[in-house]
């Protein structure tokens, strides 16, 4: 279930987009401000709203540490503000002049896009803010923009229709055209996903248009052909043109919103729609996910922005948790850090950590007289919870087994597969699992929802081997050790 919690009503126009950071929520609008909320309580911070655009800001993005915010307009610039402060840090300039339409920070903060409507692409350098790379589009004007997880590559989308990978130095890797009337907006999913063929690892994106489609690709990489689009399904639900897009922070939903005015909250893995919003009484325009906690921003024409909640809050938790056996403590980022204190119910104390930029390694050597000389954290209360949380964790690492790599388990129990079998639709699954699902008369794939070709089930004797070899190893592991 979904909850609206609360409405933001401060703009004066349209809104075009918004974004979160761990700590905050940035809006912007055809009224020319940029505006930035706490996520304690959606108090607009001190010195919001943020101008210096002359005409209408159509895009907002935050650094990954949030300590920077980027904004673009009609007026042919980006802006970088100091998150912490309001202070305007750069203007950086379109070659052209040209409207800015969109821009992303790449994952590690190294560069800065900005996309324009003459089908300029122009990639800044994020800590010098200069111009390091410069390109154009095939054709039409640059609406979309998504970096990949790793930040190797990023996909603009086109008013024409064209989805383009570049990789980090402005190359051109690959083009198609995927949507006859214009792609709209663009998503990559920040958790790779297993092709279903090759068994590969690879990156899940989004990408929708004014043809009112949404649509699913996997993009591949592979020596022989280097980059590849596949397709992978279309979803449905939306009766106009979907304006926005976007990927929950753990990539199992989907969030859509439509010139019908409804927002379509989509289950990944098999298409299902979860939950219609129709709260807004004109186009929606933007969406956004939290990074870490189950909240959910939708912008509209209406001029205003719902903030919605979700309840299986243990879904969340449940996701944290799960990759705390992936990655060994001392390796998580900072990122990883306050995505755990969300977890843990310690949401208070984000801020202080992102402005001492502790990262697992720093939290594991946390103590008592550090949280109170260091960290400045007055509440013994809160002191000692933090500190019984990371004994917690300690013991738990200590007893957490290696994880099973995502090829080994079945798409629809996330167990590890004993009798691994191919579907008419490409992927491995448990025979049993699937067995189960043709017998309660569902003629859809699990992972695309597309209809099966046909019901037949191959032995995936290949992967059963390497599943056998797998746990080989780690018994003489555990043996050894």
Not at 51 to 64: E, I, N, Q, R
Not at 72 to 86: H, K, N
Not at 153 to 180: A, P, Q
Request: some cysteine; hydrophobic content about 35%.
């Amino acid at each position: 279930m979904a909850t609206l919690i609360h409405t933001l009503a401060d703009h004066t126009d349209d809104i075009n987009c918004c974004a979160f950071s761990s700590s905050c929520l940035a809006t912007c609008s055809l009224d020319k401000t940029v505006r930035l909320y706490s996520l304690n309580d959606f108090t607009e911070l001190p010195y919001s709203p943020l101008k210096g655009h002359t005409y209408a800001v159509h895009c907002c993005c935050f650094s990954p540490s949030g300590h920077a915010l980027a904004s673009c307009s009609t007026d042919g610039t980006t802006m970088v503000w100091d998150t912490r402060d309001g202070r305007r840090l750069a203007v950086l300039e379109q070659p052209g002049g040209s409207p800015v339409r969109v821009c992303r920070f790449s994952p590690e903060s190294t560069y800065l896009v900005s996309g324009a409507a003459d089908g300029s692409v122009v990639l800044w350098n994020a800590q010098s803010l200069k111009l390091y790379r410069s390109g154009n589009a095939k054709d039409g004007s640059l609406v979309a923009c998504a970096f990949s997880p790793n930040g190797n590559f990023f996909v603009t989308g086109s008013s024409c229709g064209d989805l383009t990978i570049w990789d980090d130095k402005m190359r051109c890797l690959y083009n198609e055209k995927t949507h006859d009337l214009g792609v709209t907006c663009c998503d990559i999913s920040s958790q790779p996903v297993s092709d279903g063929e090759r068994g590969s690892r690879c990156f899940q994106m989004a990408s929708c248009g004014q043809d009112n489609q949404i649509k699913l690709w996997l993009i591949l990489f592979a020596d022989s052909v280097g980059v590849e689009l596949k397709y992978k399904c279309t979803l449905s639900g939306h009766s106009a043109p979907v304006l926005a897009c976007a990927f929950s922070y753990d990539g199992q939903m989907l969030v859509s919103g439509s010139v019908d005015k409804c927002v379509i909250i989509y289950e990944t893995n098999t298409g299902n729609i979860l939950h219609t919003l129709s709260q807004h009484t004109r186009y929606v325009t933007t969406c956004a996910f939290a990074p870490y906690i189950l909240l959910l921003a939708t912008g509209s024409m209406d001029k205003t922005v719902n903030i919605w909640q979700f309840d299986h809050k243990q879904a969340c938790s449940g996701n944290i948790i799960e990759n705390e056996s992936k990655i060994a403590v001392e390796n998580w980022s900072e990122e990883d850090v306050l995505a755990w204190l969300h977890a843990q119910g310690l949401t208070d104390l984000v801020g202080i950590f992102k402005m001492n930029n502790i990262d697992g390694k720093e939290l594991l050597n946390l103590t008592k007289e550090s949280l109170t000389n260091e960290l400045k954290i007055e509440s013994l209360g809160l002191r000692s919870k933090v500190l019984r949380k990371i004994e917690e964790l300690r013991m738990k690492m200590e007893s957490v087994s290696v994880a099973i790599p995502d090829e080994f388990l079945c798409p629809i129990t996330r167990e590890l597969m004993k009798d691994p079998v191919i579907a008419a639709d490409g992927y491995s699954y448990e025979k049993d699992a699937m067995e189960n699902w043709i017998n309660n008369k569902r003629r859809s794939s699990p992972m695309t929802n597309l209809p099966l070709p046909s019901l037949l089930l191959t032995p995936n004797r290949t992967l059963k081997m390497a599943i056998s070899r797998w746990l080989e190893t780690q018994q003489e592991h555990s043996e050894t050790t």
